[in-house]
T-cell receptor, first 114, second 114 residues
Framework: EADIYQTPRYLVIGTGKKITLECSQT?????MYWYQQDPGMELHLIHY???????EKGDLSSESTVSRIRTEHFPLTLESARPSHTSQYLC?????????????FGPGTRLLVL | GENVEQHPSTLSVQEGDSAVIKCTYS??????FPWYKQELGKGPQLIID?????GEKKDQRIAVTLNKTAKHFSLHITETQPEDSAVYFC?????????????FGSGTQLTVLP
């Protein structure tokens, strides 16, 4: 089982609030990712990081921002939550090395914005 | 960039029967093809993967086949059990060094009927 954690697991919040979704991994992986998963199941990459101080936007445009100050930590922030942000957010990580392509996922955060 | 198509989107089978999920990819440079299983309320978990230097890989009741010429790969589950019910994702990874690493299919909801 992969050692990657996400908190909170569930979050219900009102419109306009600032929120931060936490993601941590204890595997020492260099690369980390954030996906948004819609009700139709499809995974959409919204952010990724090669390592400390490296962040890039993914395929799906997102109003969220990320930071990578420490290797093990990759938080995602929404400055002003809106109902359109309601979704499941999945964090993943992968290693630089022989198995670099394999991504390990956290359990996800289910966000509901009222 | 890479495009991965997955079929079917939903699949129901009787317990004990076999299930097959198919994916096609567009980038001939892709060389790594993992399959993930996502159970309700959890993040996707890697169940099997295959690299482009082999045509088939098996792990107990699960097997994956790869046809590089046709650019398609398939997941085969034999003797299905109710606990196999989940969403399954295929993915493809281009050659090492790619920023994104994995492109996912749209998912297949597998239901095993008792």
């Amino acid at each position: 089982e992969a050692d990657i954690y996400q908190t909170p697991r569930y979050l219900v919040i009102g419109t306009g609030k600032k929120i931060t979704l936490e993601c941590s991994q204890t595997m020492g992986h260099d690369k980390m990712y954030w996906y948004q998963q819609d009700p139709g199941m499809e995974l959409h990459l919204i952010h990724y990081s090669y390592g400390v101080n490296s962040t890039e936007k993914g395929d799906l445009s997102s109003e969220s921002t990320v930071s990578r100050i420490r290797t093990e930590h990759f938080p995602l922030t929404l400055e002003s939550a809106r109902p359109s942000h309601t979704s499941q957010y999945l964090c993943a990580s992968s290693n630089r090395g022989a198995q670099q392509e394999t991504q390990y996922f956290g359990p996800g955060t289910r966000l509901l914005v009222l | 960039g890479e495009n991965v198509e997955q079929h079917p989107s939903t699949l129901s089978v009787q317990e004990g029967d076999s299930a097959v999920i198919k994916c096609t990819y567009s980038d001939s440079a892709s060389n790594y093809f993992p399959w993930y299983k996502q159970e309700l309320g959890k993040g996707p978990q890697l169940i099997i993967d295959i690299r482009s230097n082999v045509g088939e890989k098996k792990d107990q009741r699960i097997a994956v086949t790869l046809n590089k010429t046709a650019k398609h790969f398939s997941l085969h589950i034999t003797e299905t059990q109710p606990e196999d019910s989940a969403v399954y994702f295929c993915a493809a990874s281009p050659s090492s060094g790619s920023a994104r690493q994995l492109t996912f299919g749209s998912g297949t909801q597998l239901t095993v009927l008792p």
